[in-house]
């Protein structure tokens, strides 16, 4: 399923001022190509580069007006999850992005705790970058839903639920949940339906009560253990 993207004429600015994007990788050529990316998605925007962690904090410090960080999971000099912790201390209410080579899901969750607005697997393609910054800049959360995430216990509480799962919503719901599976956000969900973000959030409410989760990651979860999960995911 095609994903639709947020109009990208409303994040090139806020409050008048120019975008300014930060990626931290110790690896030059990811680095650069990760900022040659970001780029694209956002050609009005600067873009900064940083190669480890005390120069990430050296340029947060000096610059409020940092729109979004993308933060390596494993730098050279700072591993981890500490690593991710103190930047996002540092960032503040500024939004930061995982990326990384690793889909274990104790990294993904782990990361998400600790305050980042989501995890981009380096193996993701532009569109899915696109994406993931689209969901942050709007204060979500963007999960990658790979199978091999989907089979770990990302939502260990979340149930196998009893029958068929579209067979307990209704239509338009059954629309909505094909959607969230896809990764859209509300906002995306209602321009593609044609409906008011309100009523989605309606919709999700009621999808996620009928299958006894709380969250769209759960809904994922459940999703692929009762083998509805769309093939493209």
Same mark, same amino acid.
């Given at each position: 399923?095609? @994903? %639709? &993207? %947020?109009t990208?004429?409303?994040?090139?600015? @806020?409050?008048?001022?120019?975008q300014?994007?930060?990626v931290?990788?110790?690896?030059?050529?990811?680095?650069?190509?990760?900022a +040659?990316? $970001?780029?694209?998605?956002h050609p009005?925007? !600067? $873009? &900064?580069?940083a190669?480890s962690l005390d120069?990430?904090m050296?340029?947060?410090?000096?610059? *409020?007006?940092?729109?979004? $960080?993308?933060f390596?999971l /494993? =730098?050279?000099?700072?591993?981890?999850r500490d690593?991710?912790?103190r930047m996002?201390? @540092?960032?503040? /209410?500024r *939004?930061?992005? @995982?990326?990384s080579?690793?889909?274990?899901?104790?990294?993904i $969750?782990d990361?998400?705790?600790l305050?980042?607005?989501?995890?981009i =697997?380096k193996?993701?393609?532009t569109?899915v970058?696109?994406?993931?910054?689209?969901?942050? +800049?709007?204060?979500e959360?963007?999960l *990658?839903l *790979?199978r091999?995430?989907l089979s770990g216990n990302?939502?260990?509480e979340?149930?196998?639920?009893?029958? !068929?799962?579209l067979?307990r919503l209704?239509?338009?719901q059954?629309?909505v949940? !094909?959607?969230? =599976?896809?990764?859209?956000? /509300?906002?995306?969900i209602?321009?593609e339906l044609g409906v &008011?973000?309100?009523?989605?959030?309606?919709?999700?409410r009621?999808?996620m !009560?009928k +299958?006894?989760?709380?969250?769209?990651t759960q809904v994922?979860?459940v999703a692929?253990?009762?083998?509805?999960?769309?093939?493209?995911?």
């Amino acid at each position: 399923m095609e @994903v %639709q &993207l %947020q109009t990208r004429g409303k994040e090139r600015s @806020v409050a008048g001022r120019a975008q300014k994007f930060l990626v931290v990788d110790d690896h030059p050529l990811v680095r650069h190509g990760f900022a +040659l990316s $970001v780029g694209e998605i956002h050609p009005d925007a !600067q $873009v &900064l580069e940083a190669g480890s962690l005390d120069e990430a904090m050296a340029i947060a410090d000096r610059t *409020p007006d940092l729109t979004l $960080v993308l933060f390596d999971l /494993n =730098l050279g000099d700072r591993s981890g999850r500490d690593g991710v912790r103190r930047m996002v201390e @540092v960032l503040g /209410n500024r *939004p930061l992005l @995982v990326i990384s080579g690793s889909d274990e899901v104790a990294d993904i $969750v782990d990361s998400v705790r600790l305050g980042a607005r989501g995890y981009i =697997l380096k193996t993701s393609s532009t569109a899915v970058l696109e994406h993931a910054i689209s969901l942050a +800049l709007t204060g979500e959360t963007f999960l *990658p839903l *790979p199978r091999a995430v989907l089979s770990g216990n990302v939502a260990a509480e979340a149930a196998r639920p009893s029958g !068929q799962i579209l067979d307990r919503l209704t239509d338009r719901q059954r629309d909505v949940f !094909q959607l969230l =599976l896809a990764g859209h956000s /509300n906002k995306e969900i209602a321009r593609e339906l044609g409906v &008011l973000e309100g009523t989605v959030k309606v919709h999700v409410r009621a999808i996620m !009560q009928k +299958l006894g989760v709380r969250n769209r990651t759960q809904v994922a979860v459940v999703a692929a253990r009762s083998g509805c999960f769309p093939e493209e995911a």
